[in-house]
């Protein structure tokens, strides 16, 4: 009786070109190419708060312009129209419109 291929997906035999997690029995694999950071350069976030309140507090402040005209345009439309919709639901609203309250 032959096992069964769910039988064979264990370890690697010997046949086969990479080992199995930590064998270091077989040889060295030729064209593995590996790269590495240096020590000095594995601090990046080392001052990214400092960074960060200097730099990017300059950034945002370019974009108020950008951002403030819209924002106060929104907001006044906003309180207007809650404003006028109080007044039309009142009863002077309702006797200035022409209608029955």
Request: aromatic share 14%; hydrophobic share 35%; proline share 7%.
């Amino acid at each position: 009786m032959r096992p069964t291929a769910t039988r064979l997906d264990g370890m690697p035999g010997p046949k086969s070109f990479s080992p199995w997690w930590g064998d270091t029995s077989m040889h060295k694999q030729r064209g593995v190419i590996v790269y590495t950071v240096s020590p000095f350069r594995q601090r990046g976030s080392k001052a990214i708060i400092r960074g960060w309140l200097f730099n990017g507090y300059r950034r945002l402040a370019a974009q108020v312009p950008y951002w403030i005209v819209p924002f106060a345009l929104g907001y006044g439309t906003y309180t207007w129209a809650k404003s006028r919709d109080a007044w039309q639901n009142s009863k002077a609203g309702h006797i200035a419109l022409g209608g029955h309250h």
